[in-house]
């Protein structure tokens, strides 16, 4: 299994020229095997050869480039042939029909050891062909995403070199093998898992003397969503009030598209650095079955429940939640599937004496009982004891409780370097280990 890193580049000057004319030459030459393809098929009654493919076109200038690149151009199209055909005959999928449109760009590919290598003098060259010479880059740094560990070039395969649109920059795309040591994780040892908004997980395992919890916060992510939600609307108002297609409208999309972007690509480390936290802590508890708290189509159910309809944020806040990546990052990162148990009234049930409470704020107090907790923490205590024994049950109230606080971090502004490595970026000192540790039952401040 191979994964894929995306790295952002600088290409300025030059590079930057040669950059997009060498991916607008695969995609004239994307687009030249197309009517080929088309010709050749209905001449032959099957598809070209890659050599017959290649032959057939003989525009100098289009072929300006790296065999292996052109090779890549070939492959894609035959793959791209190759899913339309199952899209048209198995799967049926409406509306498909074998590539036709012309492509004005297209990524280029650099296979390993022809396309790209690292020079003596530790640069990553890319290979534009013969006539054109090469693209020499600083050596990216590619973080295996489940391991959070650096993967050296050696390892590296094929390097795409792609036009982001949104973000408008170059990035480099490079794959990676998977393999890696998986450690011994136990199936026997349960680590419930509490999903929310202010907190995305909260993490429970039981230990020798009661339990310990690691409560997670994305409050960053509020963040970075509501500066999104607000300068997008801002720039949409702008856009509605111009002609659509003119200069200024086109200079509004381009603000739109990076504003997302820049969103897109904070949220989605944000929530790799939440599963990265959330790895370590199964993988240090050795706990071989995860087990969450089961919220899907709470969206739905935000409408008509016994509560009362959500408001019109709450309902935005959970519609961008998302746990879904979240959840599939966990299991990618730990190699352990994830199970699901309902989740009802897990936060509001009293893990003492199962009294169902309605706690406000972010602290837990049972008016049955006193028993005091963080909120989430007792979700996720809940759902790990209905993991384990089926139900609810209660715990001793003297339980010692160990609760933990981890916070992701947000990524510093125009820092794009960063981007790969702040994954597994350790967060700030005070936050970084514990930084609080009561017993049951204990006054909740850090949960503010
Ligand atoms: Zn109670």
Not at 56 to 83: C, Q
Request: glycine share 8%; hydrophobic share 35%; proline share 5%.
């Amino acid at each position: 299994m191979y994964r894929t890193a995306v790295v952002p580049v600088r290409l300025e000057g030059a590079d930057r020229r040669r950059a997009f004319e060498v991916t607008h030459r695969a995609g004239l030459l994307y687009t030249a095997l197309i009517a080929q393809n088309n010709e050749f098929y209905a001449a032959n009654g099957r598809a070209p050869s890659q050599g017959e493919a290649l032959g057939s076109v003989t525009d100098p200038d289009v072929l300006r480039m790296h065999a292996h690149t052109k090779i890549g151009v070939y492959t894609r199209l035959m793959e791209n042939i190759g899913t339309a055909l199952s899209n048209m005959s198995g799967d049926k999928v409406e509306g498909a029909r074998l590539p036709w449109r012309a492509k004005q760009y297209m990524p280029v590919t650099f296979t390993a050891g022809y396309g790209w290598r690292i020079t003596p003098a530790g640069r990553l060259s890319l290979s534009l062909g013969r006539a054109d010479g090469r693209l020499l880059l600083p050596v990216p740094s590619v973080v295996d995403a489940r391991t959070g560990q650096p993967v050296p070039c050696d390892a590296w395969g094929e390097i795409e070199l792609c036009w982001d649109r949104d973000n408008r920059r170059w990035a480099l795309h490079i794959s990676y093998p998977t393999e890696w040591a998986v450690p011994v994780l136990d199936p026997a040892i349960v680590v419930g898992v509490d999903e929310g908004i202010i907190n995305p997980m909260t993490l429970a395992v039981k230990t020798d003397d009661g339990y310990a919890v690691t409560v997670i916060n994305g409050r960053a992510a509020r963040a970075v969503k509501h500066r999104r939600n607000t300068s997008v609307a801002k720039v949409v108002r702008a856009k509605s009030r111009c002609r659509k297609g003119s200069r200024r409208w086109k200079k509004l999309d381009r603000a739109e598209r990076r504003a997302k972007g820049k969103a897109t690509t904070a949220l989605r480390n944000i929530d790799h650095q939440v599963t990265r936290k959330a790895a370590k802590f199964v993988q240090a508890a050795g706990a071989g079955t995860i087990t969450v708290g089961d919220v899907r189509g709470i969206e739905k159910n935000t409408r008509h429940t016994e509560r009362k309809r959500a408001g019109r944020h709450q309902r935005r806040r959970l519609s961008q939640w998302s746990r879904g990546r979240q959840e599939r990052y966990l299991g990618e990162k730990t190699s352990v599937a994830l199970t699901h148990v309902d989740e009802s009234y897990s936060s509001r049930t009293c893990p003492a004496c199962l009294t169902r409470n309605h706690p406000t704020g972010r602290n837990y107090q049972c008016r049955a009982c006193g028993f005091t907790c963080h909120r989430d923490a007792v979700g996720a205590i809940n759902i790990l004891n209905r993991a384990t024994y089926g139900s609810y049950t209660r715990i001793d109230p003297t339980t010692r409780v160990r609760v933990t606080y981890l916070r992701a971090t947000p990524l510093p502004q125009h820092s794009e370097a960063a981007l790969s490595t702040a994954q597994m970026r350790a967060t700030t000192a005070t936050t970084g280990r514990v930084s609080q540790e009561s017993e049951v039952p204990y006054p909740d401040q850090a949960a503010a």
